[in-house]
């Protein structure tokens, strides 16, 4: 296949723009290496510096309890007894029982006491296999800073517990002279457990950079740096590590500085010296203990790193990928215009008319949409007047059927103060003023009643919730009967009542008797459009049952029953069978019932008559119980 001069032209032009693009995107991903790494680096560096001051926090903290329990001790006079008389084999074994008990309560791993010679003459593990007792320490520094009469400090693996510990020595004084050394050893290893666990490596290193404290035990007696040869001497002398190898153990061999306070390491796997195991990066960051003579190393892996630099290496990538097609799709874009303007010079009139044209309908499609605005602004004024005449109209019809709802709900109590005025009147004529007093007070107590209705009602309009309580059923039976005795004896209805003594439901006191007096009087009602055989015959029977977390009070009469056909109707407002009702009674009925967190149903009884089941939550205790 023949390639002509101007397909070498283009395939030449394509190749140097494909290794243009090619150094562009490694360059600019170094550089978003670069930067994302180093800024990554200084974040962990920071939440670095404020970990390990906790750590560092936390072991301060561990070691400052056992401080000043040395000196305490010190102040015993059975030490210096037994420091003036150590043949004494009683003062010994007494001490050893003190020293046992001491170190137990403050959960030490080792309290003992030493001569001025350096020989302990009585420990806590006098007792245990390897007791201190009959031992010199007095090469290690702590009894050598005890017998300068300052507190010592020092840490160091046991020599006969092999146990790690932190020493305090503290003198023993008496009459101006040092007569030996009490020292408590506390555990360090139980604050290295503590540490386990957690997503960086700490470690502790002594003041010849030796760790003896850290979160990975293959590190455990390595030191930081390689150790000089009098360094590693003056160890062996102290027996600080016995039976240690400390030489070529040390652990930190490649690093990398990012700024003078951020140190990155690279430390292999393998705790074996000059291993080819894999090697890991770690971001090193340090801090004194300076009472200890201690520092403190916290190396945090660099997975996070790496992984954020994946993905904002993905993110650069994809922008970079999306630009270069936008770039190219915006070069074959431009090298069709300039294609298409090369080879129709001729159609240029053509266009210059057909923009023209789109001008002009431009022109009048702006003039269409205006008017098509105004046209909309003129519907959003006219749906904004509408809406406000619904919500007028929507205020006075809650306004209507809250005023009918107050006349239909004091009817009765009104009622009933008529009959009792009338009977007081009577009463007085007769000079029965007891009798007239009594009416009286029942008319003081429908008042209230009237009132307590009335703020129930407005509290409702308004939206507010009611206090609830645990209220009886008999109670506000017996308080719904006493409202409407008259109906009661005018129709001649027997109330027959099947209620438990303890059958309580929390609810509004109120708004329940309310319930029951307009199921009362309607039943009442109903059993008045009966032949005259029939009514000397009413009674309303009323059953409570416990469901389950409610309370079931049925009210069944004897009256004629609901017809079928209004049944599902009879709860709508305003529906109503008499000739002077409002039809609001049952409706508010159950409203309140719903409110309250129950509920209202109607139902004809298979023995015939009428059946409302209003259904009320029991007391919270009561259903615990």
Same mark, same amino acid.
């Given at each position: 296949?023949?390639?002509?001069? *101007?397909? $070498?032209?283009?395939?030449?032009? =394509?190749?140097? /723009?494909?290794?243009?693009?090619?150094? %562009?995107?490694?360059? &600019?991903?170094?550089?978003?290496?670069?930067?994302?790494?180093?800024?990554? *680096?200084? $974040?962990?560096?920071?939440?670095? =510096?404020?970990? /390990?001051?906790?750590?560092?926090?936390? %072991?301060?903290?561990? &070691?400052?309890?056992?401080?000043?329990?040395?000196?305490?001790?010190?102040?015993?006079?059975?030490?210096?007894?037994?420091?003036?008389?150590?043949?004494?084999?009683?003062?010994?074994?007494?001490?050893?029982?003190?020293?046992?008990?001491?170190?137990?309560?403050?959960?030490?791993?080792?309290?003992?006491?030493m001569d001025a010679e350096g020989l302990t003459i009585a420990a806590s593990n006098w007792q245990s296999e390897r007791p201190f007792v009959g031992r010199n320490f007095s090469y290690r520094p702590y009894f050598q800073k005890a017998m300068q009469g300052e507190l010592g400090r020092y840490f160091a693996l046991g020599t006969t517990s092999k146990k790690r510990g932190y020493y305090f020595a503290y003198p023993v004084h008496h009459s101006g002279k040092i007569l030996g050394a009490v020292v408590i050893k506390v555990d360090i290893s139980r604050v290295e457990e503590n540490w386990q666990g957690r997503p960086e490596q700490v470690i502790v290193t002594d003041p010849d950079g030796i760790i003896f404290i850290t979160t990975n035990s293959k590190w455990r007696f390595r030191s930081i740096e390689p150790l000089k040869p009098d360094i590693l001497k003056r160890i062996q002398e102290s027996k600080r590590y016995p039976d240690t190898d400390l030489q070529h153990q040390h652990l930190l061999k490649k690093q990398e500085w990012v700024n003078d306070n951020i140190q990155l390491y690279k430390i292999a796997d393998n705790d074996q010296p000059n291993s080819k195991a894999p090697q890991r990066w770690y971001l090193h960051t340090q801090q004194s203990m300076p009472e200890a003579g201690w520092q403190f190393h916290l190396l945090t892996p660099l997975k996070l790193l790496y992984t954020q630099l994946l993905e904002v290496q993905a993110i650069a990538t994809l922008i970079f990928a999306a630009l270069v097609f936008l770039g190219m799709f915006i070069w074959q874009r431009r090298k069709r215009l300039l294609e298409r303007n090369r080879y129709e010079k001729q159609a240029r009139e053509t266009l210059r008319k057909a923009h023209d044209l789109l001008e002009q309908r431009v022109r009048e499609r702006t003039q269409a949409l205006q008017h098509e605005i105004e046209e909309r602004r003129n519907t959003e004024v006219e749906l904004r007047q509408t809406q406000d005449q619904l919500i007028q109209s929507a205020k006075l019809a809650v306004i209507g059927q809250l005023s009918a709802g107050i006349s239909h709900e004091l009817n009765q109590p009104l009622a009933a103060i008529r009959s009792y005025a009338d009977n007081a009147r009577l009463f007085l004529e007769k000079n029965r003023e007891s009798d007239a007093i009594g009416n009286l007070n029942q008319i003081a107590e429908l008042t209230e009643r009237m009132a307590q209705i009335n703020s129930q009602l407005k509290l409702f309009a308004r939206k507010k919730s009611s206090e609830y309580s645990s209220i009886s059923i008999v109670n506000a039976i017996e308080a719904s009967r006493r409202l409407l005795r008259p109906q009661f004896k005018k129709t001649n209805t027997e109330l027959q009542l099947n209620v438990p003594e303890q059958a309580n439901v929390w609810v509004n006191q109120v708004q329940l008797e309310q319930v029951l007096v307009n199921l009362f009087g309607n039943a009442m009602h109903a059993m008045e459009k009966q032949p005259d055989e029939a009514q000397s015959e009413c009674w309303i029977k009323v059953n409570v049952e416990q469901a389950g977390d409610n309370m079931s009070i049925k009210i069944h009469d004897n009256g004629p029953g609901i017809a079928q056909d209004i049944l599902e109707q009879i709860f709508s407002p305003f529906f109503t069978t008499r000739e002077a009702g409002l039809g609001l009674g049952l409706s508010i009925s159950r409203r309140i019932a719903t409110t309250m967190g129950g509920n209202l149903e109607a139902c004809n009884h298979p023995q015939g008559g009428a059946e409302f089941i209003l259904t009320l939550p029991r007391p919270q205790e009561s259903i615990d119980a």
């Amino acid at each position: 296949m023949l390639v002509t001069p *101007i397909q $070498k032209q283009v395939f030449s032009r =394509h190749t140097i /723009i494909s290794i243009f693009l090619v150094i %562009l995107y490694l360059v &600019l991903m170094w550089q978003i290496w670069v930067w994302v790494k180093h800024q990554t *680096i200084i $974040k962990l560096a920071d939440d670095g =510096h404020s970990r /390990i001051n906790l750590y560092v926090t936390h %072991l301060q903290g561990q &070691l400052e309890k056992y401080k000043f329990l040395p000196e305490l001790i010190s102040t015993n006079q059975r030490l210096i007894k037994l420091l003036q008389d150590p043949a004494n084999p009683q003062s010994i074994e007494t001490l050893n029982q003190y020293l046992g008990t001491i170190n137990s309560i403050a959960n030490a791993s080792d309290t003992y006491l030493m001569d001025a010679e350096g020989l302990t003459i009585a420990a806590s593990n006098w007792q245990s296999e390897r007791p201190f007792v009959g031992r010199n320490f007095s090469y290690r520094p702590y009894f050598q800073k005890a017998m300068q009469g300052e507190l010592g400090r020092y840490f160091a693996l046991g020599t006969t517990s092999k146990k790690r510990g932190y020493y305090f020595a503290y003198p023993v004084h008496h009459s101006g002279k040092i007569l030996g050394a009490v020292v408590i050893k506390v555990d360090i290893s139980r604050v290295e457990e503590n540490w386990q666990g957690r997503p960086e490596q700490v470690i502790v290193t002594d003041p010849d950079g030796i760790i003896f404290i850290t979160t990975n035990s293959k590190w455990r007696f390595r030191s930081i740096e390689p150790l000089k040869p009098d360094i590693l001497k003056r160890i062996q002398e102290s027996k600080r590590y016995p039976d240690t190898d400390l030489q070529h153990q040390h652990l930190l061999k490649k690093q990398e500085w990012v700024n003078d306070n951020i140190q990155l390491y690279k430390i292999a796997d393998n705790d074996q010296p000059n291993s080819k195991a894999p090697q890991r990066w770690y971001l090193h960051t340090q801090q004194s203990m300076p009472e200890a003579g201690w520092q403190f190393h916290l190396l945090t892996p660099l997975k996070l790193l790496y992984t954020q630099l994946l993905e904002v290496q993905a993110i650069a990538t994809l922008i970079f990928a999306a630009l270069v097609f936008l770039g190219m799709f915006i070069w074959q874009r431009r090298k069709r215009l300039l294609e298409r303007n090369r080879y129709e010079k001729q159609a240029r009139e053509t266009l210059r008319k057909a923009h023209d044209l789109l001008e002009q309908r431009v022109r009048e499609r702006t003039q269409a949409l205006q008017h098509e605005i105004e046209e909309r602004r003129n519907t959003e004024v006219e749906l904004r007047q509408t809406q406000d005449q619904l919500i007028q109209s929507a205020k006075l019809a809650v306004i209507g059927q809250l005023s009918a709802g107050i006349s239909h709900e004091l009817n009765q109590p009104l009622a009933a103060i008529r009959s009792y005025a009338d009977n007081a009147r009577l009463f007085l004529e007769k000079n029965r003023e007891s009798d007239a007093i009594g009416n009286l007070n029942q008319i003081a107590e429908l008042t209230e009643r009237m009132a307590q209705i009335n703020s129930q009602l407005k509290l409702f309009a308004r939206k507010k919730s009611s206090e609830y309580s645990s209220i009886s059923i008999v109670n506000a039976i017996e308080a719904s009967r006493r409202l409407l005795r008259p109906q009661f004896k005018k129709t001649n209805t027997e109330l027959q009542l099947n209620v438990p003594e303890q059958a309580n439901v929390w609810v509004n006191q109120v708004q329940l008797e309310q319930v029951l007096v307009n199921l009362f009087g309607n039943a009442m009602h109903a059993m008045e459009k009966q032949p005259d055989e029939a009514q000397s015959e009413c009674w309303i029977k009323v059953n409570v049952e416990q469901a389950g977390d409610n309370m079931s009070i049925k009210i069944h009469d004897n009256g004629p029953g609901i017809a079928q056909d209004i049944l599902e109707q009879i709860f709508s407002p305003f529906f109503t069978t008499r000739e002077a009702g409002l039809g609001l009674g049952l409706s508010i009925s159950r409203r309140i019932a719903t409110t309250m967190g129950g509920n209202l149903e109607a139902c004809n009884h298979p023995q015939g008559g009428a059946e409302f089941i209003l259904t009320l939550p029991r007391p919270q205790e009561s259903i615990d119980a």
